[in-house]
């Protein structure tokens, strides 16, 4: 049987790469990476945030094509159940999916503020206030959870679905120096520290400047 294959953008810039790369990795599905160039007008409308629908990034396994980033996770959840994608437990579980979902479809100021560029850092960068408020409502999440599930992950001891969508908001804090408090920097850091993110890391500082645009400060 071939492996699967994972269709990513950019991994300076793409988030939502990210995300669906992490959530493979977490399950230890075997695949291959398709990387679309940015060259490529339909990946640089993504990644500048002005495509419609993101189609990026996509996953083909056993015949079965999924490209939502949200029903990725929920594919994976069910092809590897065993790997706790997401928690056992069924109350854990729809908080879960409830602040994944905020994560997927909201925080429009905080994507368009501060986009996703792992190579770069903007020390004493000025937030604004709605980015802030982004900011300010995403703490919240993680302490509630960490709090309630005990660490060092946001649902207990081993990285699941939440910690894949909230990944790149970690990258994001480091590159414009969003100041944590405790709580919340020890996460960042935990999240850093897995070895699946640091081979991300590692990959997308290889990565040509390619996308001019986002490496604009504002």
Same mark, same amino acid.
């Given at each position: 049987m071939s492996k699967a294959v994972l269709t990513l953008s950019s991994k300076n810039y793409g988030a939502w790469a990210l995300r669906g790369w992490l959530m493979a990795k977490l399950v230890?599905?075997?695949f291959r990476e398709k990387i679309i160039s940015p060259d490529d007008p339909g990946m640089r409308a993504e990644m500048l945030l002005l495509s419609a629908s993101m189609r990026?990034? &996509?996953?083909?396994?056993?015949?079965?094509?999924?490209?939502?980033?949200?029903?990725?996770g929920e594919y994976l959840n069910e092809v590897k159940?065993?790997?706790?994608?997401?928690?056992?437990d069924r109350a854990?579980?729809?908080?879960?999916?409830?602040?994944?979902?905020?994560?997927? &479809?909201? #925080?429009?100021?905080?994507?368009? &503020?501060?986009?996703?560029?792992?190579?770069?850092h903007f020390p004493n960068f000025k937030v604004w206030s709605r980015a802030q408020t982004d900011i300010d409502?995403?703490?919240?999440?993680?302490?509630?959870?960490?709090?309630?599930?005990?660490?060092?992950?946001? #649902?207990?001891?081993k990285p699941c679905l939440a910690d894949a969508m909230f990944a790149p908001v970690v990258t994001r804090f480091r590159t414009y120096d969003v100041q944590l408090d405790a709580v919340c920097q020890a996460y960042s850091n935990t999240i850093m520290a897995l070895p699946e993110?640091?081979?991300?890391?590692?990959?997308?500082?290889?990565?040509?400047d390619e996308i001019d645009e986002l490496d604009a400060e504002f």
């Amino acid at each position: 049987m071939s492996k699967a294959v994972l269709t990513l953008s950019s991994k300076n810039y793409g988030a939502w790469a990210l995300r669906g790369w992490l959530m493979a990795k977490l399950v230890r599905l075997d695949f291959r990476e398709k990387i679309i160039s940015p060259d490529d007008p339909g990946m640089r409308a993504e990644m500048l945030l002005l495509s419609a629908s993101m189609r990026v990034p &996509s996953l083909d396994h056993e015949g079965v094509h999924v490209w939502d980033t949200l029903a990725m996770g929920e594919y994976l959840n069910e092809v590897k159940p065993k790997a706790g994608l997401l928690p056992a437990d069924r109350a854990a579980r729809a908080h879960c999916r409830a602040i994944c979902g905020e994560m997927h &479809s909201g #925080f429009n100021a905080l994507r368009a &503020s501060l986009p996703m560029n792992i190579k770069a850092h903007f020390p004493n960068f000025k937030v604004w206030s709605r980015a802030q408020t982004d900011i300010d409502r995403i703490l919240v999440i993680w302490q509630e959870c960490l709090m309630q599930y005990g660490g060092p992950y946001l #649902f207990g001891k081993k990285p699941c679905l939440a910690d894949a969508m909230f990944a790149p908001v970690v990258t994001r804090f480091r590159t414009y120096d969003v100041q944590l408090d405790a709580v919340c920097q020890a996460y960042s850091n935990t999240i850093m520290a897995l070895p699946e993110m640091q081979e991300w890391v590692a990959q997308a500082l290889t990565e040509p400047d390619e996308i001019d645009e986002l490496d604009a400060e504002f």
